[in-house]
């Protein structure tokens, strides 16, 4: 069980100073579970994954998920999700296309390339970019490299219109780690927050300790401004609330299907949380708001787009 006590606020609002809130509609897409890095926390891909059905399901249907994007209503922000959203084969296409199609970009990537391939991605993306997020693996960074290569990055990506940012899972044993290179970051003038570890979908329980450090990281590492921003909840528990998931947000899978939110624990085709697929034609959003019939909420772009009323 999570403890209901560790707010959300303090620790999981990777992206709160990061987004676009005018945008409203955002498709949350997990395109597939494949990474070039094998990070022994990753909860993303598991070491048995096997994403190779995702990727040929993806490249045989490429027409159809064109199609389906082509038929969203307004203008989307697509948040690429993975895996690692740039190990796809074909994404740089996919990402003209989508771009094309007149939505918007965002996406989370591990920074492990090259930075003439970041420069590519965000060529392709350029005027049309949202959040461009880096995130830390501490299994293979140094920090030096790494926080040299941010910094092109960060230059970019403003260049390019977007905004840049940098997170890191939460994970207990390397607590200390991170939050000394809060302090390289600062020194930068790079935004860097941590992420609530999640396992099979839940919170996992921090010690008394490890939640001091991480309440410590928030205050030390966010600016006020970007604290005054953070209206968050001090809960994970929203059932019966009414939530706009399903209207202005929903979340796809590698097959297409679509879901009101990504929650894991209710994961399934065909119950109340599921909304069709998006390349078959068959995506259907909800007309009204609905209530949350969930027991635990681990979305994380929900809470800090003020979906949840
Ligand atoms: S970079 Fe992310 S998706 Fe890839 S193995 Fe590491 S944690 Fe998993
Ligand atoms: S689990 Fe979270 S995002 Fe999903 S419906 Fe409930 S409150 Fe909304």
């Given at each position: 069980m999570a403890d209901e006590n560790f707010s959300f606020s303090e620790v999981d609002n990777v992206y709160n100073s990061f987004l676009?809130?005018?945008?409203k509609n955002t498709l949350c897409w997990?395109?597939?579970?494949?990474?070039?890095l094998n990070c022994s926390f990753c909860e993303a891909k598991k070491s048995d994954h096997d994403s190779s059905k995702e990727l040929e399901y993806l490249t045989k249907n490429w027409i159809n998920f064109r199609e389906g994007f082509q038929n969203l209503q307004g203008r989307w922000e697509i948040f690429l999700l993975g895996g690692e959203p740039l190990s796809v084969p074909g994404i740089l296409d996919i990402l003209r296309d989508l771009v094309r199609n007149g939505h918007k970009i965002s996406l989370a990537t591990n920074?492990?390339?090259?930075l003439g391939y970041y420069k590519k991605v965000l060529n392709i993306l350029d005027g049309n970019l949202c959040l461009f997020l880096g995130t830390f693996k501490p299994e293979y960074y140094k920090p030096e490299p790494f926080l040299k290569k941010a910094q092109h990055i960060d230059y970019l990506v403003k260049r390019y219109g977007g905004v840049f940012g940098v997170g890191a899972v939460a994970e207990p044993d390397y607590l200390d780690y991170l939050y000394t290179l809060g302090f390289w970051f600062r020194e930068r003038n790079i935004k860097f927050k941590l992420q609530k570890k999640r396992v099979n979908n839940v919170h996992i329980n921090y010690n008394k300790d490890q939640v001091c450090k991480i309440k410590e990281f928030g205050r030390r590492f966010s600016s006020i401004e970007d604290q005054k921003k953070?209206?968050?909840?001090?809960?994970?528990l929203f059932k019966g609330r009414v939530c706009l998931t399903g209207i202005n947000y929903f979340f796809m899978n590698s097959f297409g299907d679509c879901f009101r939110c990504h929650n894991l624990t209710h994961y399934k085709v065909n119950n109340e949380n599921y909304l069709g697929n998006l390349p078959n034609g068959t995506l259907k959003l909800f007309k009204k708001p609905k209530t949350c019939p969930h027991s635990y909420c681990t979305c994380v772009l929900p809470k800090i787009k003020g979906l949840i009323l």
């Open positions: 676009n809130p005018h945008l997990y395109i597939s579970g494949k990474c070039n920074l492990s390339y090259s953070i209206r968050f909840e001090e809960t994970d």
